[in-house]
C-alpha cells in the first residue's frame, strides 16, 4: 500500500515561489506514474504536473513554464517547484500515484493513491 504525504504549501504574495514535496512509503516502484493535482473551493480537481518512470512530464496550460515537477527516485520523494504564483493558483495541491501500467494522463481517475493535499494560498 503506497502511502503520500505532502508538504511545503502556505502563504504567499503574487510572483513568488513555493516548492511542495510528496513523500512516499510503503510499496513504491519507480514504474509509478507520479503527479500533482489541485483543488479550489466549488472547482473540480484538475490536473496540474505529472511524471512518469522515464522522467517523461506533462502539465497543465495554465501552468506551463512556471511549474516544474521532478522526483528523487532515492528518497521516494516528488516535488512541485511553482514559480511565478497568480492569485489563481490558491488551492489545495495533492499528491497522487497511479501504477503501471499507467500514462502520466492529467486526469485524476486512474490514479490510485492520493495524499491529504497541501494548501497554497496566494495573495494578489
Known amino acids: 500500500q503506497v502511502q503520500l504525504e505532502e508538504s511545503g504549501g502556505g502563504s504567499v504574495q503574487g510572483g513568488g515561489s513555493l516548492r511542495l514535496s510528496c513523500v512516499a512509503s510503503?510499496?513504491?516502484?519507480?514504474?509509478?506514474?507520479m503527479g500533482w493535482f489541485r483543488q479550489a473551493p466549488g472547482k473540480e480537481r484538475e490536473g496540474v504536473a505529472t511524471i512518469i518512470r522515464d522522467g517523461i512530464t506533462k502539465y497543465g496550460d495554465s501552468v506551463k513554464g512556471r511549474f516544474t515537477i521532478s522526483k528523487d527516485n532515492a528518497k521516494n520523494t516528488l516535488y512541485l517547484q511553482m514559480n511565478s504564483l497568480k492569485p489563481e493558483d490558491t488551492a489545495m495541491y495533492y499528491c497522487?500515484?497511479?501504477?503501471?501500467?499507467?500514462?502520466?494522463?492529467?486526469?485524476?481517475?486512474?490514479?490510485?493513491?492520493w495524499g491529504q493535499g497541501t494548501q497554497v494560498t496566494v495573495s494578489s
Open positions: 510503503g510499496y513504491t516502484s519507480r514504474k509509478y506514474c
Open positions: 497522487a500515484a497511479d501504477s503501471p501500467p499507467c500514462t502520466g494522463t492529467l486526469s485524476v481517475f486512474p490514479y490510485n493513491y
